[in-house]
């Protein structure tokens, strides 16, 4: 079925590093990808790095990663071990658009240079076999960069050909990581004296011709006032938030949203808001608000529909059937949208 926006991935272009970092609670986070049936969000920032320095991880290589991520895990089922998952979007995170429309992935993600080579606390067994507890920031590090590294090798290496396939096939059959590991790759200590040869070596990426791909159209508008107004507190919201950044949001919510009481969008961040605070009367009003201009708009439906379930939980004349038909609409409005079937 043709893609609708609860399936796309919505990006939020946040003002620095230093917002993401904000945003996500933890100092060194420079970007990250949030999966939910309510619609999957990455966290980026407009500026990072310093553009042509190979060493410092830039704004494009930071949105690329955590595109990957969407693109990887939207649609699989699969356990993957977090060296898979980071090592996949590494070897994402460095695609080049060149003038001609072609484009180059694989390239060596040139800042994780210090984890490679420097780290050696954490090693290919547990990063293969994800036997390790709490990383510290080199070991991080080394965890991305390997995860690259052995996403380049074993998709470039012609006699390493299918075997990252069977470690993940083995995993899926109830395989301990690391027992996977050995049963796909053989002797962990020959993998690991072939990397250390392969990561010192030339190490190339692959060309897509820019004829070969179909680009859809692409279509820019700028926020309306109430957008524009709410972004901040619909992109906390969308992030999540706990009982005291609840009370926070809410409060910024209500003073943005107050000039817009006819705009859906804000309205709908406000319910959102309003619900998260547990302020389900509240909700309930704004999600009506948004519905007395478009009686369509799928996201004040749903809240419409959350915030009477969470009353209806206390009263013994509440009419469930009622409560779903909400949820009912929403899905026949979007079928391809996964946060009605949840909730119904």
Same mark, same amino acid.
């Given at each position: ?15 620095? %590093? ?9 100092? #060194? ?36 990663? #955590? ?30 658009? #060149? ?19 420097? $780290? ?11 036997? /390790? ?51 796909a790759f053989g002797d962990?200590?020959? =993998?690991?004296?072939?990397? %250390?040869? /392969? ?27 109430? %957008?524009?107004?709410?972004?901040? $507190?619909?992109?906390r919201s969308r992030r999540? $938030? ?20 006819? %705009? ?7 319910? #959102? ?27 004040? =439906? ?43």
């Amino acid at each position: 079925p043709a893609l609708t926006d609860a399936q796309r991935l919505t990006v939020y272009a946040l003002r620095s %590093e230093g917002a993401v970092a904000r945003l996500a609670g933890a100092s #060194e986070v420079r970007g990250f990808y949030r999966p939910d049936s309510s619609g999957s969000s990455a966290f980026v920032p407009r500026s990072a790095g310093s553009k042509g320095v190979a060493w410092e991880l830039d704004t494009e290589e930071i949105f690329y990663h #955590e595109y990957a991520h969407h693109l990887q895990l939207e649609a699989s089922s699969a356990a993957l071990p977090p060296w898979n998952v980071e090592g996949f979007a590494e070897f994402f995170a460095t695609a080049v658009i #060149e003038k001609d429309g072609s484009v180059v992935i694989g390239n060596a993600p040139q800042y994780r240079a210090y984890g490679l080579f420097n $780290v050696t606390s954490l090693s290919l067994e547990a990063i293969v076999g994800a036997t /390790y507890d709490r990383l510290d920031g080199g070991e991080h590090d080394l965890l991305y960069g390997m995860g690259w590294l052995l996403t380049h090798y074993l998709t470039f290496e012609p006699t390493r050909k299918g075997q990252l396939a069977h470690y993940l096939e083995n995993i899926q059959k109830g395989m301990p990581a690391l027992a996977a590991a050995k049963s796909a790759f053989g002797d962990l200590k020959q =993998l690991k004296r072939e990397l %250390e040869k /392969y990561k010192l070596g030339k190490l190339h990426g692959l060309r897509v011709r820019g004829d070969t791909l179909s680009i859809g159209k692409v279509a820019v508008r700028p926020l309306t006032a109430g %957008e524009a107004a709410i972004m901040d $507190v619909h992109t906390r919201s969308r992030r999540g $938030v706990n009982d005291k950044t609840a009370r926070e949001v809410v409060a910024a919510a209500r003073k943005a949203a107050a000039p817009y009481p006819n %705009e859906p969008f804000v309205q709908a961040a406000l319910a #959102e808001a309003e619900f998260d605070a547990h302020e389900y009367e509240a909700a309930e009003a704004a999600a009506d608000r948004a519905l007395a201009t478009d009686p369509n708009y799928v996201r004040a =439906l749903l809240y419409k529909g959350r915030a009477l379930m969470e009353l209806g939980k206390g009263r013994p004349d509440t009419q469930w059937s009622e409560v779903r038909g909400w949820f009912a609409k929403a899905n026949r409005l979007d079928t391809e949208n996964a946060e009605p079937l949840r909730l119904f």
